[in-house]
């Protein structure tokens, strides 16, 4: 029998990555050394604090249930967090904890959109962005981030009927791929914007911790009279390098909340509770870490955007996020794709094609600052001696 799948899954092709994988396993073979820059998945530990609460919850046969619900300490701890850390005061009816942002990010969507419903999203974007409100049947419209705008979208300038149109509208700052932040006043804008034509926000908040040179990291719901029109994706993935452990939430409009929670419970049992408590010692615990971690972060992306910019390839440098972005050299015109086959096969350096995250990024590449400064010093050295800077 010949089996025919859903067309969505012609979306769904591995492509590019599944090459890239292929081709980084056959030079490891070979005995070449490969500088993965391309996944970006810390490469910090949790803190002792966190893990021992998950031990020690795990050592208890009660916690092996299903859980249902949040706990009510996990709830009573976000809403702590927002208030120490972004002046955001919470009730427990606008937190709800998810299997971390890009689940929420994938099914959100399905609460807030009839099929042909118009979602705006960014370009160029993280991808998920885009598949989410796609699994939910919403026709999706691109708004284009460009340096003439300072990589803000022109809200002054969108197309009145797609502003009609539009249910929601996915916002993320500092934004992967590009590593773009956002001052508050483009929020302020955008919170009146979104209300006058009734377009809900979603703001996907993964990188306010990891933000650079003195910029501010925000909630939009510090913005005043943000949860009238928005939530906001908050991930213990990044801040906390609880990445396997899946845990995240989404806070803000009750009513979205509401309903959302509505949704999951028909496709979930609630979060594992030794995960919950690992998640509770980690809102409750300090900020050190978090803190070291950012800088020490901020000290790889000087050495690498620093150092190909010595090089000569203008990398410029990420304002925030986990990663770097930058356009290909010229000689490469617009084919990021062949580019990254090229430097991989000639440096053993390894990142991520940049058409990978929208039309926009066509002739860019993200790197992922996932190595030690030493290892990113290495990096930089093997693509200066694989020549492919040259003319």
């Known amino acids: 029998m010949e089996l025919v799948f859903a067309d969505r899954m012609k979306d769904f092709e591995e492509g590019i990555f599944q090459v890239l994988n292929e081709k980084k396993n056959e030079l490891e073979a070979q005995g070449r050394k490969v500088y993965n820059l391309s996944v970006g998945t810390p490469d910090f530990k949790p803190a002792r604090h966190i893990m021992d609460a998950v031990v020690e919850a795990a050592k208890k046969p009660e916690n092996y249930k ?13 809403t702590g ?12 009816d606008e937190i709800m904890s998810v299997y971390g942002s890009q689940e929420g990010i994938t099914h959100i969507g399905l609460t807030l959109c009839n099929e042909g419903d118009v979602v705006l999203v960014p370009n160029p974007g993280y ?5 989410g409100p796609s699994l939910a049947g919403a026709k999706l419209v691109t708004y284009e981030l460009l340096p003439e705008h300072q990589y803000l979208p022109d809200l002054d300038g969108m197309d009145a009927q797609i502003r009609r149109d539009a249910k929601f509208m996915v916002v993320s700052y500092p934004l992967n791929p590009i590593c773009k932040t956002a001052p508050r006043s483009f929020y302020e804008k955008l919170i009146p914007w979104a209300k006058e034509n009734h377009i809900i926000i979603v703001h996907d908040n993964a990188y306010s911790d990891i933000i650079y040179d003195g910029r501010e990291g925000i909630s939009i719901l510090s913005i005043p009279g943000a949860k009238e029109v928005c939530v906001e994706f908050y991930s213990l993935s990044k801040s906390f390098n609880y990445t396997g452990a899946r845990m995240g939430f989404l806070v803000g409009n009750r009513e979205i909340v509401a309903n959302f929670k509505k949704l999951r419970s028909q496709i979930d049992y609630g979060t594992f509770l030794p995960v919950q408590y690992g998640a509770i010692a980690a809102l409750n615990g300090p900020d050190d870490q978090v803190r070291e971690q950012c800088a020490e972060y901020q000290k790889r992306r000087d050495a690498l955007c620093g150092g190909f910019r010595g090089i000569g390839w203008d990398i410029p440098d990420s304002e925030g996020t986990m990663f770097a972005w930058g356009a290909i050299p ?3 015109g617009d084919d990021d794709v062949a580019f990254v086959m090229e430097l991989m096969e000639k440096s053993g350096v ?5 058409s990978s995250f929208g039309t926009l990024g066509k002739g860019h590449v993200r790197f992922a600052l996932t190595m030690p400064v030493e290892e990113i010093n290495k990096a930089v050295e093997a693509v200066k001696q694989s020549g492919i800077m040259n003319s």
């Open 330 to 332: 010229e000689k490469f």
């Open 350 to 354: 390894l990142c991520t094609p940049g």
């Open 66 to 78: 299903y859980a249902l619900a949040d706990l009510p300490e996990l709830t009573e701890s976000v």
């Open 127 to 131: 991808p998920i962005f885009s598949i």
């Open 81 to 92: 967090r927002f208030r120490r850390r972004y002046g955001v005061e919470l009730e427990a």
